[in-house]
């Protein structure tokens, strides 16, 4: 991947803003278990950074999704995984398919204002019974006239609390899985919509829902694209945010590295530092060198998926090696700090808890190795798209 000079000023930026914006208020944002993202979201609109890839027509910049990315790996440098995980729900999770497929209006109403950060909204896809199986979704709409009426329940939904808006995957026909189901654009101040707060054991300034729908009526206009094409529109969108965790990762995993080489080079154990010892330098050196690596794999995927090839087998891989090598680093890192890194308060326990998400959320690592053997041509039959 060749970066520009505008790749670099787009990084400095994202930076600059992470460590005077954010940084100073993570320890507050993580002891409320939410932080105020129509706040931050604001922020991030008025620098034009939550919609970087979308037309400007719509108050984004028109840039290629590479920047998006240079802006994903820029948020690692905010000191707890649960900000930038919600931020990148706006950016990358919850909008592509409405820029993509959605109507005119529906851009006009609910796009334009997530780029410039005056709503927040989040994603609708996983249930109580259905998480990475997003076939088996149970949510469904029916046709009323002129209105959805929306009945079900979804899970683990990030900005759920705050949100203004979701972008819901339900069931709104009668067919075949994978071809009845439809993105709806939902209000979330409508009749009808509870939300309860899930607790969780990492990730805590990014608020987490389940929401109950019961009877909510939204009007038949807010689906985004043709009817029975929501699957294939979230696979779509998958891609992306599959790419977007895999390009968040590489900061973090290089400042866990860069604070334990700190740490381990001042702490005295027997007359001499942690780091003098070859076990701790040659392991980080290998975690540096695997970092490096994935560093590549998910630059060569995002070169390949702006030069509009289909990069489903990359995305999944970067993404599976990204979790796998989140929670190495920190466990690694951790054994290094000592005591200090079983205190809660420790840079490299608050990665230890907030990394564990990466290889469940956005599809498990066995469905990354489920969709990476359907590509290998090594197992027969239906696999998950």
């Not at 001499?272 to 590549?296: I, K, W, Y």
Request: with cysteine; charged share 25%; hydrophobic share 40%.
């Amino acid at each position: 991947m060749q970066f520009t000079e505008q790749h670099t000023q787009l990084r400095e930026t994202v930076t600059r803003f992470c460590q005077k914006e954010l940084n100073p208020h993570v320890a507050e944002w993580e002891a409320a278990e939410q932080f105020p993202s129509h706040r931050v979201f604001k922020q991030l609109g008025d620098l034009g950074l939550l919609g970087i890839k979308y037309d400007p027509a719509y108050g984004g910049l028109g840039l290629d999704f590479s920047y998006s990315m240079v802006m994903a790996e820029a948020l690692g440098e905010i000191n707890c995984g649960g900000v930038p995980m919600a931020i990148g729900v706006q950016t990358d999770m919850c909008t592509p398919a409405l820029a993509r497929f959605g109507s005119e209006e529906l851009k006009r109403e609910w796009l334009a204002p997530s780029i410039a950060g005056d709503v927040v909204g989040c994603i609708g896809v996983s249930e109580p019974g259905a998480g990475s199986d997003v076939a088996a979704i149970t949510t469904r709409a029916r046709a009323d006239g002129d209105e959805w009426v929306i009945d079900g329940a979804k899970m683990w939904i990030t900005n759920g609390l705050q949100a203004d808006w979701c972008c819901l995957l339900v069931n709104t026909g009668d067919g075949p899985a994978h071809k009845n189901k439809s993105l709806i654009v939902v209000p979330m101040d409508r009749p009808g919509i509870t939300k309860q707060k899930i607790h969780k054991i990492g990730m805590h300034s990014s608020d987490t829902a389940q929401l109950f729908f019961d009877g909510v009526r939204v009007p038949r206009r807010h689906t985004i694209g043709a009817e029975g094409q929501g699957f294939m529109f979230q696979m779509m969108q998958f891609q992306e945010e599959r790419l977007w965790g895999a390009a968040a990762a590489l900061r973090t995993l290089d400042r866990l590295i860069d604070q334990t080489i700190a740490y381990a080079r001042e702490r005295q154990v027997f007359g001499r530092s942690v780091l003098a010892n070859q076990v701790v330098h040659f392991r980080l050196a290998e975690l540096r060198t695997e970092v490096e690596a994935l560093r590549a794999l998910t630059w060569c995927a995002v070169e390949r998926y702006v030069g509009g090839e289909d990069v489903t087998r990359l995305a999944s891989m970067a993404k599976l090696k990204a979790g796998r090598l989140t929670r190495e680093v920190a466990d690694a890192c951790l054994q290094y700090w000592g005591g200090m890194g079983f205190t809660r308060d420790n840079p490299i326990s608050q990665a230890y808890r907030d990394g564990r998400l990466s290889s469940i959320g956005a599809g498990a690592d066995e469905i990354m190795l489920t969709i990476i053997c359907k590509h290998e041509g090594t197992l027969p039959g239906r696999l998950p798209a």
